[in-house]
């Protein structure tokens, strides 16, 4: 196919091209439909013995390519149909978007669910089929920093993602994944987890205002013996 990244795979738009080298010249060849119709390959060259066929994959084609082939030589010898390439190559086309399946985010605080600054927040989603590598543009972290990206298996449907909590950041820790396949397939942006994690980012250090202490003595800033003394303060968070 004309897919740039892989001539195995063909997405909507790429060309898929069927070549044919025949022993001798052909009178016809012809390509035999599902529904037994029949479509000429057209003669590349004036030797009669190169063939081609040139289609354009469209939206809503999926699965690999087959084809068979009749033809006849000048004085309408008929050969042995082909359904196969004879150097093993083949096509499989992919005009589906890859779809992240499941997301979930967590911190490594005590609380999972709470980030401080210099704490780690680690982003796991999957994916509903192999997907290329993420880059950095791909899967964003908001403001976090050190964001790396890894693969959870080997099949390139589990991923993780991990960045560090920066010294000013604060609020929901934001995020966004989107994913390429390997025929050049783009999904659509995941913002949401799908289990209803969240991770809230705070590096704002808690003060206290309004600090008193006072006995419940008949003078207040005096106790003796047996009196109870009383801290009362208020906090910012």
């Known amino acids: ?7 195995s795979l063909a997405k909507a738009g790429d060309n898929v091209t069927l070549a044919v080298q025949s022993s001798e010249r052909l009178g016809t060849i012809q390509l035999v439909k599902l529904d037994n119709t029949t479509e000429a390959l057209q003669a590349s060259g004036n ?36 359904t196969a390439t004879t150097d093993g190559t083949s096509v499989t086309v992919d005009t589906t978007a890859p779809e992240v399946s499941s997301v979930s985010i967590v911190s490594n605080n005590a609380d999972t669910t709470l980030a401080k600054a210099e704490d780690e927040v680690t982003l796991s989603f999957t994916t509903s089929e ?23 298996d080997d ?3 589990a991923w993780k993602a991990k960045g560090t909590v920066p010294a000013s950041a604060n609020g929901n820790a934001s995020f966004s994944i989107t994913v390429l396949d390997n025929a050049g397939n ?23 205002s309004s600090v008193t202490l006072a006995s419940n003595n008949v003078s207040t800033n005096r106790a003796k013996s047996g009196d109870t003394l009383t801290l009362a303060f208020t906090s910012s968070e």
């Open 1 to 7: 196919s004309s897919n740039p990244d892989s001539t």
């Open 47 to 82: 030797a009669g013995t190169v063939w081609l066929l040139r289609r354009t994959v469209v939206d809503g084609d999926n699965g690999p390519l087959e084809f068979r082939l009749r033809y006849d030589d000048l004085v309408g010898n008929t050969g042995v149909e082909v």
């Open 130 to 152: 192999p997907v290329r590598t993420p880059t950095a543009s791909d899967v964003t972290m908001g403001s976090l920093t050190g964001v790396a990206i890894t693969s959870l």
């Open 155 to 157: 099949e390139g449907k």
């Open 186 to 208: 783009r999904g659509s942006p995941k913002t949401t987890t799908t289990d209803q994690t969240a991770v809230t980012l705070d590096t704002t250090a808690p003060t206290l």
